[in-house]
């Protein structure tokens, strides 16, 4: 169930006409490029991504290891978030990949530490930082709905790293302009335990 603004819910999806999922990540980036870009948005971006920390950080409760990312930019930046793991004394990794094919593993790092280019231009910790298995996953998106399902990038690391690892809680981070009434679901996808978003949370 959602909780917070009722704009969460499944009516504030994006009434789009049934698309691939290539047509969605099309619309859905531009849509979030443009919320992102857009100047009457840009003073309350800051405010809105604390406030997004604030639905999210009663989630962390009880993570020892917690995943974050680096934000592309338009992604929803997840520092303020992690920063509060850090004050309750979690562990903070980032996903490190070196190919397409290979899996994403996560290594330990810490605000401050070195970030390296990655293979597909983002960045992520240096090769010989430890590795390490969260307990909790903070996952970027381009899509969701109010079924907590996820769309990404198209690449399948996050799916493959949440097969992977099962017990670990996935919790995603979106702006309410990311989200659509259904998404396409594939056998490989596999679904958020929640997102947070500028205006509250959301369960599945």
Not at 67 to 73: H, K, L, P, T
Not at 92 to 118: C, E, K, S
Not at 136 to 165: E, H, K, S, T
């Amino acid at each position: 169930m959602a909780t917070g603004h009722a704009a969460c819910g499944p009516a504030s999806g994006r009434d789009l006409e049934p698309m691939d999922k290539s047509e969605l990540r099309r619309t859905l980036r531009a849509a979030r490029a443009r919320f992102v870009a857009d100047e009457a948005v840009a003073a309350q971006l800051l405010v809105d991504t604390l406030q997004l920390a604030e639905h999210a950080a009663p989630h962390l409760a009880g993570a020892r290891i917690v995943a974050g990312y680096v934000s592309d930019g338009e992604e929803v930046d997840p520092l303020p978030l992690l920063f509060r793991a850090l004050d309750q004394g979690c562990i903070m990794v980032l996903p490190r990949i070196t190919g397409r094919t290979a899996p994403m593993v996560f290594h330990r790092w810490f605000p401050g530490d070195d970030l390296v280019p990655g293979p597909l231009g983002l960045l992520q910790p240096r090769a010989d930082a430890e590795i390490l298995d969260p307990d909790l996953i903070l996952a970027p998106l381009v899509g969701y709905d109010a079924a907590c399902n996820r769309l990404g990038q198209g690449a399948g690391f996050y799916d493959r790293a949440f097969a992977a690892r099962p017990d670990a809680r996935r919790i995603g981070l979106a702006w309410t302009v990311q989200a659509v009434d259904a998404l396409p679901v594939d056998p490989w996808d596999v679904p958020l335990h929640g997102i947070a978003t500028e205006r509250g949370w959301i369960a599945a």
